[in-house]
C-alpha cells in the first residue's frame, strides 16, 4: 500500500503537458526556482509512479522546508524512505508526522509496514491497533493488521481480519488473495476457492490467483479444471514457469504424458534445467516405458542434484528394465546411501543385486529390507530362493517357514522349499510339502513338471503324487 496520493491524477491528459513542462523546468533549475504546494506534490508523485523514489524524496524535502509542520509531508517522506529501504529513517518522518496529527491512521498503517519490515511484528500490530481505535472500519488497517498476523503464522486471526477487511469493502482484491491463501494454507479448499474465485471477479488477469486456484484445485483432484486454471495464468504471463510444472503435474495426474512432458519442457526452456523437472519428465516417460529416454531424463536429475533419492532409484529401475544389471545395482547403492532406513530401496537394490548375479549382495540387501519390514513376506520368499542359488539350504528353509508364517499364498512358499528339502536328502519332508501344496492349491499340479521336471520323471514319485491319474 502506498497511500502516495495527492489528490487529482497528474497525468490525466488536462494538464500532462504542462506537468511535463513544470518538471522540466524544476529539472532544469535544479529546485532553485519557485513552485508552490501543488505543483510541488505533483512532481513528487509523478517521480514516485516512475519508481524514482530519490528524485521524489528531493521533492517532498523542499516541500518541506516551505511547511515543516506538514503531517501529510512527512508521511509522505516516511512513504519514499520506507521505499529506499531507509527504514529507520522512514519511522522518523512518520514520528514527526504523527507529532503534527497523532490519530491520522494512514500515518500509523504506514509505520506499522514499517515495523512489520523490520521484523518489529508487535509494534506493528500496535501500530495498526491504534488505528483501528481511530478508525474501527479502516480496510486498510485491517488487511495490513491480517498480513503481519499472516507472517506470524497466526493464521486464523489472520482471517478474521481479512474477513473483517472484505465485510468493510468487499471489492478489495488483496485481502480476497490473502483469505484464499490462508484458507489454502489451512487446508478448507472449498473456502480457499471461493476466496481466490472473489479475487479473480474484481482482478481477472491476476495470473498468481489463477496460479494458487489451480493448485488448490489440483489438490482436490479435480485436474482437468486445475490445468484450465493454469492455462489463464499462463495466458496472462505466458513466462510463469511455475504454472507450466504445475500444469505438468495435472496433466501427468491425468495420463496425458506428452502434453505433461510438453509443459515440463517449456519450463526448461524458461528458467533451465533443474532436478525436479527432469524428475518428473523421467517419471512420464518411464510410464510410457520409454525406459531409455527415462533414464537419461533420472541422469540429468541426479547430476542435477546428487542427493535426489527418488531420482536414483527411478534411474535404477530403468537401467533394470533395460537390463543393465550392474548400472542398476550402482544406482541403486546411491539412493539407499542417501536414505538408509527406507525398506523399498534396499529392496530395489537386492533385486538389482541378483539380476547382476552379486548375490551375495543381494542376500545382505534382503536382510536389511527384514530387518526394516519383518512382516514383509515377499522379501521373505525372495530371501529364500537366493539362498538356495548359494546352497544354504538349512537357511533357506528357515526363511521359507518364517515365509508360511506370515502370508496367505502358502501353496506356491510349500512348493518352492521342496528344492532345499530334496537337496538336503529330505526327501519324504519334499514328498508332503508337494502333496500340502496340492491340497492348497489343486492348480499346482499344473506347474509342478516346469518347476520340477527331473522330480517329474521320476514314475515313483508320481505315482505317489497322483499325477499319473
Known amino acids: 500500500m502506498s497511500m502516495f496520493d495527492f489528490g487529482p491524477d497528474p497525468f490525466e491528459d488536462s494538464h500532462s503537458k504542462d506537468l511535463r513542462d513544470l518538471i522540466a523546468a524544476y529539472e532544469a533549475q535544479d529546485g532553485l526556482v519557485y513552485f508552490d504546494s501543488e505543483t510541488l506534490e505533483d512532481i513528487a508523485t509523478y517521480y514516485f509512479e516512475l519508481g524514482e523514489f530519490g528524485q521524489a524524496l528531493g521533492v517532498i524535502d523542499r516541500l518541506l522546508e516551505m511547511y515543516p509542520f506538514s503531517s501529510d509531508a512527512w508521511m509522505r517522506r516516511g512513504i519514499l524512505l520506507n521505499n529506499l529501504t531507509r527504514h529507520e529513517e522512514a519511522l522518523e518522518a512518520y514520528s514527526q508526522a504523527l507529532r503534527f496529527n497523532p490519530t491520522d491512521t494512514e500515518t500509523l498503517v504506514n509505520r506499522g509496514i514499517t515495523l512489520d519490515t523490520l521484523d518489529r511484528t508487535e509494534e506493528a500490530l500496535e501500530a495498526y491497533e491504534q488505528a483501528l481505535q481511530f478508525d474501527p472500519l479502516n480496510d486498510e488497517a485491517l488487511f495490513s493488521r491480517g498480513v503481519t498476523l499472516e507472517r506470524l503464522e497466526r493464521l486464523e486471526d489472520a482471517i478474521e481480519c481479512f474477513q473483517r477487511c472484505v465485510g468493510v469493502n468487499e471489492n478489495h482484491p488483496e485481502a480476497w488473495y490473502e483469505l484464499g491463501f490462508c484458507f489454502d494454507r489451512m487446508g478448507n479448499n472449498d473456502r480457499s476457492l471461493d476466496c481466490y474465485d472473489r479475487h479473480i471477479a474484481i482482478d481477472p488477469y491476476s495470473h498468481d490467483a489463477w496460479y494458487n486456484r489451480g493448485i488448490v484445485l489440483n489438490r482436490m483432484g479435480r485436474f482437468g479444471d486445475a490445468i484450465a486454471s493454469y492455462d489463464f495464468a499462463i495466458a496472462i504471463d505466458d513466462l510463469f514457469a511455475s504454472a507450466y510444472y504445475n500444469r505438468g503435474n495435472a496433466l501427468a495426474n491425468l495420463g496425458q504424458l506428452n502434453e505433461a512432458i510438453e509443459s515440463y519442457l517449456r ?28 533414464a537419461i531424463n533420472f541422469g540429468l536429475a541426479t547430476q542435477m542434484d546428487p542427493t535426489y533419492t527418488e531420482a536414483w532409484y527411478g534411474l535404477g529401475c530403468c537401467y533394470d528394465a533395460l537390463e543393465r544389471h550392474t548400472e542398476a545395482y550402482r544406482a541403486l547403492v546411491h539412493a539407499v546411501d542417501l536414505s538408509p532406513h527406507t525398506a523399498e530401496l534396499w529392496y530395489a537394490k537386492a533385486d538389482c543385486a541378483y539380476n547382476a548375479g552379486l548375490l551375495d549382495s543381494a542376500l545382505e540387501a534382503y536382510q536389511q ?45 510349500y512348493l518352492k522349499q521342496v528344492k532345499a528339502l530334496f537337496a538336503l536328502g529330505r526327501r519324504e519332508e519334499g514328498v508332503r510339502s508337494i502333496k500340502r501344496a496340492f491340497q492348497l492349491d489343486p492348480l499346482k499340479k499344473a506347474e509342478f513338471p516346469h518347476m520340477y521336471p527331473d522330480l517329474y520323471r521320476d514314475p515313483q514319485l508320481r505315482r505317489n503324487l497322483d499325477l499319473d491319474i
Open 267 to 294: 519450463v526448461i526452456d524458461l528458467e533451465g534445467g533443474d532436478a525436479a523437472t527432469y524428475y518428473n519428465i523421467a517419471l512420464a516417460q518411464e510410464e510410457q516405458k520409454l525406459f531409455e529416454d527415462a
Open 369 to 413: 529390507v527384514m530387518d526394516l519390514d519383518p512382516a514383509n513376506r515377499e522379501v521373505w520368499l525372495d530371501y529364500a530362493e537366493t539362498l538356495v542359488e548359494v546352497r544354504r539350504f538349512e537357511d533357506a528353509l528357515r526363511a521359507y517357514q518364517q515365509a508360511l508364517q506370515l502370508g496367505s499364498d502358502t501353496a506356491s512358499t
